[in-house]
Structures are given as structure tokens and as C-alpha cells.
């Protein structure tokens, strides 16, 4: 075929080049999770010096720390539930502005009561968090992408401790350890607003072009819906009666308790067992959270080029995970390191190997069913945090019993033993679930 000069026509338009809105997503989501954790641990770095102003032991400050999981956990089915129900703007808006709220509260604290209370109301608010950072996963990204972008956003959990530690730790000595929680709260509350003004699903996008939508596995042409589920404990029953999601609760229990530990008791564990100095705390905090920062990107790395070259999802989801809780359970022969540089690096391969666990996270995007995508994960999150229950009630009264940490690194690493049996004996094939009755 031929133009009027003579020349010939295309038989094709050129193909449209594809945007990438859902970096700017996945931006979104590592800044909150980052804010995120440095709500929930801000605690850990201040404990001694609350401990001695509110008159709280090292039993006690196990129940303050524990009781941030209380309600975490106990919100994740209901906090699930509203997830499918209100969708991922609303819900994550809402958690995160009441999650920063009593982040900032803390620095009111008068006694044991007044604290516990800002941690329950904490532990409440943050409970949607990670379900709606998988489901925003599971919508944005296509399978192959989704452990590299569920990396991203992990990520942010340990590199915010990391950069920001030695801040805090300094201006925790210079200020007090009140404004720590007033300076990460207001954080909280400022990006609340811009999580309101930038956050859209992939149909009501105003810069992720058809292409990119075909990408992500959407029609542009065809309208897009939220699904919306009403409340249904009878879903609950049947998704508890899947012996995937029961395996990967226990795995994620098992690696959540080594996140757990470094989150709440290690600059204690630094401070009292090694009698590290607060400065020196703040310079040696950074090495294990760089480490498990990295372990993060390696176990997204490695599970997105498994999958690429064996296509099997068994092998990419969990082979990175199993190997990691291997090495988080390293984490016992810190009990025998001779010196501090030692037990940095112990302690530092044990952080490694549970930040490849947090690849759990894209589990539950393939396997989750579609339209209950954020009270599985709700699920997930409830069994993984009961370690964010019983870790600082273990920790706190073997430290207090015994004056040392020599058992509660033993309890740390067999924990870690039993998730790599859950994920080897009892989660199966990782595939999309499917329930009668439900899409």
C-alpha cells in the first residue's frame, strides 16, 4: 500500500511507551512504611530513659512493649474487613493520621497507665498498614514485579531506623527523650496530607497510560470497580481453614520475632549486656538495619530472577525465605562472641536473613483471594504480629529473671527454626486461593 508520494503506509502505529505511575506508588508506600516503623520504634530507643523517669522495670516495660501488638492484632480482621470494604485511600488516610496522633501523644506520658494507653491506640491505628500495602501491591504491579516492589516498600522499615537512628539518639540527649515522639507524630500527621492529594488506584489514574494499565494486567477501555465486600466472618472461617495461610502465618511469626527483638529490647540488649554508651549504641544501631535493609533487596532480587527463570512460584517465594530464617536463627551464637565488633556482625547476618522473610508479604499477593485481598492479608498480619505479643513478654521476663539475654537469643533463633518448618512442611503450593462461593 502506498501514500499519494509515493511512499508506504504504516501497517502499525507505533506502540505507545509505557509510564511508570506506579513508581510513584510504590514511593508513596516506602515513605509510610517508614514513618510506620519509626512510630512503633521510637519506644525501643528511648526505654531506659522512660524506664527511669516513669519508674518502670524491665518486666513492665515488656507489658508497654508487648501491648502495641495487643491491639495490632486484634484489629487485623476487622482492620482487613474495612480495607475491602472503604479501599486503600480512606483506609491507610485514616490509620495513618490516628497512628500518628498517639506517636505524639507518647511524649505526654505521666505514668504506666498514660503510656499503655498511647500504645494500645498505636497498635489499633497501625493495624491496616501492611494489608494495605499489599493489596496497593497486588493491584499496581504484575506478579513478576511484585516481590522486587513488596522489597521497596519493606525496605523503608529498616533504612529509616538506620539513617535516622543516630539523630535520634542524639536528640533524645540533648532534648529528652519527649520530643523524639513529637517529631516523628508530627512526621505521621504532614504525610497523612500528601498520601490524601497523591493517591490513586491504577483505573483513576491520571498518569499511568493504557499501556502501563495493560501491563499491570488492566483494560483501559473497560470500567474498573473497587471490589467491595461486606463483613463476613464466614470468610474468615474459611480462609483460617487454609493450610497455606496457616503456614505462612507461622513462617511470618517466626521472622517477625526476630524483627521484633531489634525493635524493641536491642539498644537495651546493647546498653545493658554489652554496656555500650548511647552514642556508640546510635553508630553501631545502623549496622544490623543496613544489613536487613539489604536482605530485603536480595530476597526481592533473588524471588522475582527465581521466578523469571524456573516460572515456579514455589521455588522464587519460598526458597529466599527459608534461607533467610536459617540465617536469622545465626542469631544464638551471638551468646558467645568475645567482643562487641563480633556480636555486630552476628547480630547484623541474623538481620540480614529475617529481611529476606518480609518477601512473605508478596506470598500473600498471589495467593490471596482477589476480592478478599486485604482480610487475608489481614489474616497473614494477625498471626505473623502475635510475635509482637509474646517477644517482649518473653524477652522482658527472662531478662528480668535471669539478668541476662543468653536465653532470649536462644528463643529468638528457634523461633526462627520453627518458621523454616512451617514453610517446609505445612504452606504447600503457593498459588492463588480460591474459595467457594468467593472470587
Not at 44 to 54: M, P, Q, Y
Not at 116 to 125: F, Q
Not at 158 to 187: K, N, S, T
Not at 273 to 291: D, S
Amino acid at each position: 500500500m502506498t501514500t499519494p508520494q509515493g511512499g508506504f503506509a504504516a501497517s502499525h502505529a507505533p506502540a505507545e511507551k509505557r509510564t511508570r505511575a506506579r513508581l510513584a506508588i510504590l514511593a508513596l508506600l516506602a515513605v509510610g512504611t517508614m514513618i510506620n516503623y519509626l512510630d512503633r520504634t521510637v519506644l525501643g530507643i528511648a526505654a531506659i530513659d522512660v524506664g527511669h523517669e516513669l519508674g518502670i522495670g524491665a518486666a513492665t516495660m515488656g507489658i508497654v512493649f508487648s501491648a502495641f501488638a495487643w491491639t495490632y492484632a486484634l484489629m487485623q480482621i476487622p482492620g482487613g474487613i474495612f480495607l475491602d470494604r472503604f479501599g486503600n485511600k480512606v483506609t491507610y488516610a485514616l490509620s495513618l493520621t490516628l497512628w500518628s496522633a498517639f506517636t505524639l501523644l507518647h511524649g505526654a506520658a505521666v505514668g504506666i497507665k498514660t503510656l499503655l494507653l498511647c500504645r494500645l491506640g498505636l497498635g489499633m491505628s497501625e493495624a491496616p498498614c501492611f494489608p494495605v500495602n499489599s493489596r496497593v501491591v497486588g493491584k499496581w504491579f504484575p506478579q513478576h514485579e511484585r516481590a522486587r516492589a513488596t522489597a521497596v516498600y519493606t525496605v523503608g522499615e529498616y533504612l529509616g531506623l538506620a539513617a535516622f537512628a543516630p539523630l535520634l539518639f542524639f536528640i533524645m540527649e540533648a532534648f529528652g527523650w519527649r520530643i523524639l515522639f513529637v517529631v516523628v507524630g508530627v512526621a505521621g500527621l504532614l504525610f497523612a496530607q500528601v498520601w490524601c492529594h497523591y493517591y490513586r488506584e491504577p483505573h483513576e489514574s491520571e498518569t499511568a497510560n493504557s499501556a502501563e494499565l495493560e501491563y499491570i494486567g488492566l483494560n483501559a477501555d473497560a470500567p474498573q470497580e473497587e471490589p467491595k465486600m461486606n463483613a463476613s466472618w464466614h470468610n474468615v472461617k474459611l480462609l483460617l481453614r487454609c493450610r497455606p495461610i496457616l503456614g505462612a502465618g507461622i513462617g511470618q511469626f517466626a521472622g517477625n520475632t526476630t524483627l521484633v527483638f531489634f525493635l524493641t529490647w536491642f539498644p537495651t540488649y546493647l546498653a545493658v549486656e554489652r554496656h555500650m554508651p548511647w552514642l556508640k549504641i546510635g553508630f553501631f544501631a545502623v549496622m544490623p538495619f543496613l544489613a536487613a535493609a539489604l536482605g530485603v533487596m536480595v530476597g526481592g532480587w533473588a524471588s522475582d530472577a527465581l521466578l523469571k527463570r524456573t516460572g515456579s512460584a514455589n521455588i522464587a517465594r519460598k526458597l529466599p525465605i527459608i534461607v533467610g530464617l536459617l540465617m536469622a536463627s545465626s542469631i544464638i551464637t551471638a551468646n558467645w562472641m568475645p567482643n562487641d565488633q563480633a556480636v555486630i556482625a552476628v547480630l547484623s547476618l541474623a538481620f540480614f536473613g529475617q529481611g529476606m522473610v518480609g518477601l512473605g508479604w508478596t506470598l500473600v499477593s498471589d495467593m490471596a483471594p482477589k476480592s478478599l485481598a486485604g482480610l487475608t492479608g489481614g489474616l497473614f498480619n494477625f498471626c505473623s504480629n502475635m510475635a509482637s505479643i509474646i517477644t517482649p513478654l518473653v524477652v522482658g521476663i527472662i531478662v528480668s529473671v535471669t539478668g541476662n539475654f543468653y536465653y532470649a537469643l536462644i528463643y529468638i533463633g528457634g523461633a526462627a527454626l520453627l518458621g523454616v518448618c512451617a514453610y517446609v512442611f505445612i504452606l504447600g503450593d503457593v498459588k492463588r486461593i480460591v474459595l467457594p462461593g468467593v472470587e
